[in-house]
């Protein structure tokens, strides 16, 4: 019987983009109802489980998120 050599651990990575949104209650409709109304701010941030976090950043100053994946974890 022969012990296992064990493999080294390597990161892993859960990369995600996400904008930043904004939320308030709405005027009453004609029945009286009103309703949350949410919007996009314009700014994004990039955070991944390896320790990743760009800030917020402007949405047209975001690098496409595969360019992201490529840049910092060569596995991905
Ligand atoms: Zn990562």
């Known amino acids: 019987m022969t012990d296992s050599i064990a493999e080294p651990w390597s990161m892993d990575h859960r ?3 996400l904008n ?3 939320s308030r209650l709405g005027p009453a409709d004609t ?3 009103r309703w949350m109304e949410r919007r996009l701010t ?3 941030i990039a955070v991944c489980s390896c320790g990743l976090n760009t800030g917020l950043v ?3 100053q975001m690098r496409p ?3 992201l994946a490529a840049e910092h974890s060569p596995s991905l």
């Open 15 to 17: 990369l995600h983009v």
């Open 20 to 22: 930043q949104i904004e």
């Open 31 to 33: 029945e009286g109802v």
């Open 42 to 44: 314009g700014k994004v």
């Open 58 to 60: 402007d949405r047209g």
């Open 65 to 67: 998120a595969e360019e």
